[in-house]
């Protein structure tokens, strides 16, 4: 087993201070190789039983992401209207996507139907299957981040017709739609805790029986 130094896990957990959900992003292209060094974190990921489920589509064609970008606006005023007062205010002046310029986008799902894996893991807790692409997702943010790129996860989103508009096999289940590109600004804070819609906890929540 190899051993880290000391000055690499400092790194290590700095950037994960640094990774940010990031939704304003430089039009620069992404360089291709750089990229699928990115996904390639997705080849070393965990999963459930080794399924591997993740399925990945690269949202390129005007058309799609057009689909995506109104699916967007639609789910986003949906949401909107469910806050009142002062919180619908504070609501509609985020930023929560950075679908227009990212010029690299990503929809990532679940194959809910693999046989990868033989089930092992899964058969109690199905979900697990997201889960590993969840765990996968995290692991390709962080090597995003090394490598100075951005990402912004878009969950605010009809899945449904996501999956109709960019006609994927229907047993996949949308894990997220992801903008990724150079950020117009890095920083250790999320952005909304900087906007005020929400504090980090004080505390971890962990409790011992
Ligand atoms: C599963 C999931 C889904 C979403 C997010 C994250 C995760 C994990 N986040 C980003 C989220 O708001 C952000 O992670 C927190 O605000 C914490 O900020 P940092 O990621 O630390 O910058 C997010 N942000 C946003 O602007 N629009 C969105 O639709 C979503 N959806």
Sequence with gaps: MREFEPDFRDELYELMRWRRDVRRFRTTPVDEALLMRCLDAFSH????????????????????????????????????????????????????????????????????ATTKGHGLGAASMPEMRRYSVV?????????ARAEGLGLGWVSVLDPEQLCHDLDVPEDWALIGYFCIGYPEANHETP?????GWEARAAALDIRSI
């Design 45 to 112: 990921a965990p999963s459930v039983g080794l399924s591997e489920p993740w399925r990945i589509v690269r949202v390129e064609s005007a058309e799609a992401r057009a689909a995506a970008r109104a699916n967007f606006e639609v789910a986003n005023a949906e949401a909107l209207a469910r806050y009142d007062g002062d919180q619908a205010d504070n609501y509609a002046k985020l930023k929560l996507a950075g679908m227009d310029q990212a010029p690299v986008q990503l929809a990532i799902f679940c194959d809910e």
């Design 135 to 143: 765990s996968a997702v995290t692991l390709f943010w962080l090597a």
């Design 191 to 195: 952005e909304l805790l900087r906007e």
